[in-house]
C-alpha cells in the first residue's frame, strides 16, 4: 500500500454525535490521498429511525423504507467529505448485536483506523446488572485496528437538549390546545 493512501473507517449512526466526529475527521485528520468507508450498523430487531421509535413486526415495504431512509441519512453525512472532495463509499450492514458487528466489519474491511463519535458516557453510567459500556468503549477495546474517539462537545450536547425541550414543549402546548378544542 502506498504509504500516502490511508483507508479510514467512520463509524456514522446517524447521531449528532457521529455527524461532529465526521466533520472533526474532515478539519483534524483525514488528509490528501485518504479513502473513507462511511459504516453504519442497522438493528434488526426493530426498526430505529429519528422520528420512528421501534416497530415490532417489520413488513418488507418498511425494511425497504428503513434502508432507504438510513441510506439517505449517511449520504447527508458524508456531505462536508464531498465538500472536501475526499472520496468515500458506504458501508451498510444490519445485525441486532451493532458493536460486535462494527468491529467485525472493520476486521473485514481492513481500514487503517477507524473514527468514531461519543458523548463520553459509555462505561461511567452503570445500571441494576452493572457496567453499562458504550460502542465506542467496546470498540477501543476488540477493533484490531487504531480507533479513535472524538468527544461530543459539552457546549453542543447541552444546545441539542435545550432545542430537544423547546420541541417537547412546543408538542405538549399543542395536545394541550388540541384538549381544549375538543
Not at 67 to 91: N, R
Not at 157 to 179: G, I, L, P, S, Y
Amino acid at each position: 500500500m502506498d504509504s500516502g493512501h490511508r483507508r479510514i473507517a467512520i463509524a456514522v449512526d446517524l447521531s449528532d454525535e457521529s455527524a461532529y466526529a465526521l466533520r472533526w475527521a474532515v478539519h483534524n485528520y483525514l488528509r490528501r490521498g485518504d479513502s473513507v468507508i462511511l459504516l453504519h450498523v442497522r438493528p434488526t430487531s426493530g426498526l430505529y429511525g429519528a422520528d420512528w421509535g421501534s416497530l415490532d413486526e417489520p413488513t418488507p415495504k418498511t425494511e425497504e423504507d428503513c434502508d432507504a431512509f438510513a441510506s439517505s441519512k449517511v449520504e447527508a453525512l458524508a456531505k462536508p467529505l464531498a465538500e472536501a472532495g475526499i472520496p468515500y463509499k458506504l458501508h451498510i450492514v444490519k445485525d441486532h448485536d451493532m458493536k460486535e458487528r462494527l468491529c467485525l466489519e472493520i476486521e473485514r474491511l481492513g481500514p487503517n483506523a477507524v473514527i468514531m463519535g461519543s458523548r463520553g458516557f459509555g462505561a461511567v453510567r452503570r445500571n441494576a446488572k452493572g457496567r453499562l459500556g458504550s460502542v465506542s468503549d467496546y470498540c477501543v477495546h476488540h477493533c484490531v485496528c487504531p480507533v479513535v474517539v472524538v468527544r461530543y462537545p459539552d457546549d453542543l450536547a447541552a444546545q441539542t437538549e435545550k432545542e430537544e425541550e423547546k420541541e417537547e414543549m412546543k408538542e405538549e402546548m399543542k395536545e394541550d390546545e388540541d384538549v381544549k378544542d375538543a
